[in-house]
Each structure stands twice: as C-alpha cells, then as structure tokens.
Nanobody
Framework: VQLQASGGGLVQAGDSLRLSCVVSARTLSAYDMAWFRQAPGRDREFVSAITWGGGIIRYADSVKGRFTISRDNAKNMVYLQMNSLMPEDTAVYYC?????????????????????WGQGTLVTVSS
C-alpha cells in the first residue's frame, strides 16, 4: 500500500487549502485513515481521522471547526479541507492508513496504530 499526499503550499493566515491523499490499495474501505502533521522542531501530532466507512470522525482540538476530513473510497482518495489557516498550522502534513481492526475509538490519534504513511506535503502559513 502506498500513499501520496499533495496540495500543500504557501498561504496567508485566513486562507484555505485542501490536501489530497491518493492510496494505492485494492480496497480503501479496508482502512481507517488519518492526517498527522509535524512542525519544525516538534513531534508528529494527530490532526484528524476517519473510519473506513466515514461513519466516525475525530479532530484534534486545535483544528476542530476549521478542518474537515473526508474520503471517497471509490476513488481511493482522502481529503483534508483546511480553512481559516493560522501560522501555527505550518507543518508537513502526512496521511496515514490503518487496517481497520475495530479499535478506532481507542487508538485513532496514536501514530503507532497506522501501518502505512505517505511522504508528506508542506503547508506554510504566513502571518
């Protein structure tokens, strides 16, 4: 399984971006999906996650109300719509896939739970 994230760029505070992640899996619906990010000098942190069918979604408190995760299993795509961007959102954003094991609610924000990772896309928000 390979993941490739795209859509990052340089924007100003208050702008929007939509990140995309294409997943080369036979059946994307077998995977729970997530976005993490890593800012310079900081640990990787959870941003958002969505179950295999899209029925359960979680967000980090720092992005709640501004970011929206979605997926299109037919197209093998996962998205992160980011609105009202702030300088503190500056980071490399990674999409990640986890074979659905029925424990999403306990582990959705744990990076070790995810089996496959994309290469990351850089988002830079200027003030």
């Amino acid at each position: 399984v390979q993941l490739q994230a795209s859509g990052g760029g340089l924007v100003q505070a208050g702008d929007s971006l939509r990140l995309s992640c294409v997943v080369s899996a036979r059946t994307l619906s077998a995977y729970d999906m997530a976005w993490f990010r890593q800012a310079p000098g900081r640990d990787r942190e959870f941003v958002s996650a969505i179950t295999w069918g899209g029925g359960i979604i979680r967000y980090a408190d720092s992005v709640k109300g501004r970011f929206t995760i979605s997926r299109d299993n037919a197209k093998n795509m996962v998205y992160l719509q980011m609105n009202s961007l702030m300088p503190e959102d500056t980071a490399v954003y990674y999409c990640a896939a986890s074979l659905s094991r029925g424990r999403f609610l306990a582990t959705f924000d744990r990076s070790y739970e995810y089996d496959y990772w994309g290469q990351g896309t850089l988002v830079t928000v200027s003030s």
